[in-house]
């Protein structure tokens, strides 16, 4: 029987879903600006009434996209390289789990939709026998609802798509369930295209969300509402550094005004030099033509490059003649729109923290040197370790729920940390030319060395802990090698000694003269 949201009972599945479908939808707007800006859709915000007159549309969608460049140089930052829960040198079976849900492209994915959206998420899927499913999905499509007394507790969650034959589908995950449904309708055709062509599904077209009707979805031979066995929700936030009451910040949204700026200044600059280009003349002393059917004056010439401007010599019977000169007005000086441009994207390099050489590339005729480049990152860096801190708890969360999934006891371990690939810009001789020093020295307690381990080593030079296993791997295979050889070695000299004893020593001192005389005794026979 059909559910309309309407209708559903206080507390119901069906009211939860009414009440998450509702929030998702209202943040839609927002999110698909941000997704729009990133992308390089970017309406002209602040043109005036008389410039949109002037030239309507013609400016629509022009842009300079500087959001894709304050998102990816964050992004390009932050990649995971392990887990470490029980092993210290990094649990190699989350690892694998990792590579098999190939999320070393879906974390990017996710990161990089946290970064424009303010939040991403994560879901587990448990498989029998196999390893689980892990998927990253967009906050267009997903929502998360977390109880007010713990943030951390999350008590519901929520993924809508649309199918093939246009019809939405929504499965909204509780702590003992999951419950799907589908809109007893298709969705209007407009908002299936848009989902296809990767966009959130909208409600013009459509009857108010109230008034939509769900049937029960269920597959052959799946029961419903489908049992969750994890007993927790399985939809993990990702969140881009949040606060206490939003889920997350987008990147975008700081720096949105400043980007508008530069596309209204850029605007202003091609028009500029569009009438710069063929200069506004004057002329004085020429009488000026009228229209004889309107009485209006007439252009007394033709503007163009391959004309020639002409008049008439002055009467010589006229004893006042009036002198002809022409001339042109000054060129338009683009200069300061470059410069407010400037200003506008050294505030986005303030605002963001971005540094301002990944904004405009070499800024200088002498390419800055590497201790100015990691001054002027400090910014971008402290901002990124705060981002992999939540990050972090997300994907560490991620996990934890797959170890449930997966029966593991580290499932209930609130230890666990992320490791993450360092986000500085190094000097690689520099670093190992430090970890060398520090392989050599003493100084730990009781005048040990600073550095004992192999691997200790290999994680400050920056190997993540799979390049360490590996390395290490090698690295034992050679010494066996080398170890062999070495006892092939010596077991061949002692069959050669063997075979072919040496005689005994002899020792003989003479008194007289106190000569001690050593040499070996000739064998007899």
Known sequence: MPVKLSDAAPGSPEAIMARLLGRLQARVPVFQRYDDYYDGV??????????????GNRFREFSSNFMALVVDGTRERL?????RFDDPKGDKDLWEIW????????????????????????????????????????????????????????????????????????????????????????????ATRAVIEGMAPSMAGHETLSQVKFDRLATDGENWPLPNPLGVI???????????????????????SNQDA??????????????AAF????????????????????????????HLWAVPPADPNDPNPSPVSFGEFQATDLAPYKLMIDMEVDHISHVSRMPLHQLMGQTQSVPASGEAIKSAETGLIAK???????????????????????????STMRTAETLWRNSETRNEAVITDAVVKLWTANGGPNDRPILESYDEALNILGFSPT?????????????????????????????????????????????????TTIGRVPRVG
Not at 42 to 55: E, N, Y
Not at 239 to 256: H, M, W, Y
Not at 280 to 301: C, N, S
Request: proline fraction near 7%; aromatic fraction near 8%.
């Open 467 to 515: 390049a360490i296993e590996r390395m290490e791997t090698e690295r034992e295979l050679v010494m066996a090698e080398q170890e062999a050889k070495q006892a092939e070695a010596e077991a061949k000299q002692t069959e050669a000694e063997a075979a072919n004893p040496r005689p005994p020593l002899s020792v003989t001192r003479d008194r007289a003269s106190g000569v």
């Open 262 to 275: 530069i596309n209204k200044y850029r605007a202003d600059a091609l028009i500029a030099a569009e009438y």
């Open 42 to 55: 970017q309406p002209l915000a602040f043109a005036s009434d008389k410039f949109r007159s002037a030239f």
């Open 99 to 190: 590579q098999e849900n190939d999320l070393d492209a879906g974390s990017q994915l996710a990161h990089t939709e946290a970064l424009i959206k303010g939040v991403s998420y994560a879901i587990v899927e448990p498989a029998s026998g196999e390893t689980p499913r892990i998927t990253v999905e967009d906050p267009l499509d997903c929502i998360v609802a977390t109880d007010p007394r713990d943030r951390r507790k999350r008590i519901s969650a929520l993924k809508r798509w649309i199918d093939d034959d246009g019809h939405m589908i929504v499965y909204t995950y509780l702590p003992d369930a999951i419950y799907k449904y589908r809109s007893t309708r298709p969705w209007t055709s407009d």
């Open 234 to 256: 399985p939809v993990i936030p990702l969140p881009n550094r949040p606060r206490l009451k939003t889920d997350g910040q987008s990147e975008i949204a700081l720096v949105l």
């Open 79 to 83: 990649e995971v390289t392990g887990f």
């Open 384 to 410: 990124c370790r705060t981002s992999e801190v939540f990050f972090g708890d997300g994907w560490e969360e991620v996990m934890r729920v797959t170890l449930r999934a997966m029966g593991d006891a580290r």
């Open 279 to 306: 200069r506004q003349r004057w002329a004085i002393g020429i009488d000026i033509p009228t229209d004889p059917d309107t009485g209006r004056a007439m252009e007394p010439f033709e503007a163009a490059v391959s």
